[in-house]
C-alpha cells in the first residue's frame, strides 16, 4: 500500500468568483489522472460553457447537469434557472454542438416528498441537511454525480470528477466514485477533494453573506436586462 500525497486548494470566498480557478484545477487533475469525465453543475450554461472554453481540444467529456425550470432570487429580480429554458437556447445549443451531454432533473436530496413542508424531516432532507455542513459546493456536486449516474451517462461505480458551487458559479470540484441514487449509501464514494471554500454560505441570499463573491450582474446581462 502506497500513501498518495495531492494538493488541495481551498477557496477564500464561496461563488462564482471561483469558476475559473476550479475549472483549471480541474483540467490539471484530469491532465495527470486520465480521467475523462467532467459534470458540471450548471443552472444557466455559464459554468458549462466556461468548462466547455477551458477543457475542450481535451479528450474530457463534459457533462452538464442541469436543475428543472425554476427561479432563484436575486438583487435585480428572480433570475429563470434551467439550462433548457428559452432564456438559454443559445447556451445550450452551443454545449450540444461541441458534443457535451445534458442531463435536467430532480435533484435526488430534493424529491417531491420535500414538497410536504421544507423544514419536515424526511430522509432526504436531512441527508441534504448533513451534507450542506461541507458547504453547498459539495452537496450538489454529489448530487450531481448521482443524476448523472441515474441518467445513464456515467455507469455506476465510475469515478468522475464532479464540480459544482454555492449559489452561482462553481468553488468546488470532487473526485467521486459513483453510484445510482438508490445505492448511495451502499456505493458511493467521495475519493479525492480537488478543490473547495473555506467557508459555507449561512445566511440567505447567498449573494449578501459576505464569504460569497461573484459578479450577478453578468447573470442579468445575460438574460438581456
Known amino acids: 500500500m502506497v500513501d498518495v500525497e495531492r494538493k488541495v486548494t481551498y477557496f477564500e470566498y464561496c461563488g ?41 481540444g481535451t479528450n474530457v467529456k463534459i457533462i452538464v447537469v442541469t436543475h428543472y425550470p425554476a427561479e432563484t ?5 428572480n433570475i429563470p434557472i434551467g439550462l433548457k429554458r428559452k432564456e438559454y437556447s443559445k447556451n445550450l445549443k452551443k454545449l450540444e454542438e461541441h458534443g457535451c451531454r445534458i442531463v435536467q432533473g430532480t435533484r435526488p436530496f430534493a424529491p417531491p416528498s420535500r414538497s410536504i413542508y421544507w423544514e419536515h424531516p424526511t430522509p432526504e432532507g436531512i441527508i441534504d441537511m448533513v ?9 450538489i456536486a454529489i448530487e450531481a454525480a448521482i443524476m448523472a449516474t441515474d441518467a445513464g ?12 458551487g454555492t449559489y452561482k458559479g462553481l468553488d468546488t470540484a470532487l473526485v467521486v466514485k ?4 438508490m445505492n448511495f449509501f451502499k456505493n458511493f ?28 450582474d453578468s447573470y442579468y446581462r445575460q438574460l438581456g436586462y
Not at 432570487?73 to 429580480?77: N, Y
Open 16 to 56: 462564482e468568483v471561483n469558476t475559473e480557478k476550479v475549472l483549471c484545477l480541474v483540467k490539471l487533475h484530469c491532465d495527470k489522472s486520465n480521467l475523462d469525465k467532467v459534470i458540471i453543475a450548471s443552472e444557466t450554461g455559464r459554468s458549462a460553457i466556461r468548462a466547455l472554453e477551458i477543457l475542450g
Open 73 to 77: 432570487w436575486g438583487p435585480k429580480g
Open 189 to 216: 464514494e467521495v475519493k479525492e477533494t480537488i478543490a473547495k471554500p473555506l467557508y459555507r454560505v449561512k445566511e440567505l441570499p447567498e449573494y449578501r453573506y459576505e464569504k460569497w463573491k461573484g459578479d450577478i
Open 178 to 181: 459513483t453510484a445510482y441514487s
Open 153 to 164: 451517462e456515467v455507469d455506476e461505480g465510475e469515478e468522475v470528477v464532479s464540480c459544482a
Open 131 to 139: 451534507l450542506e455542513i461541507f458547504g453547498a459546493g459539495t452537496k
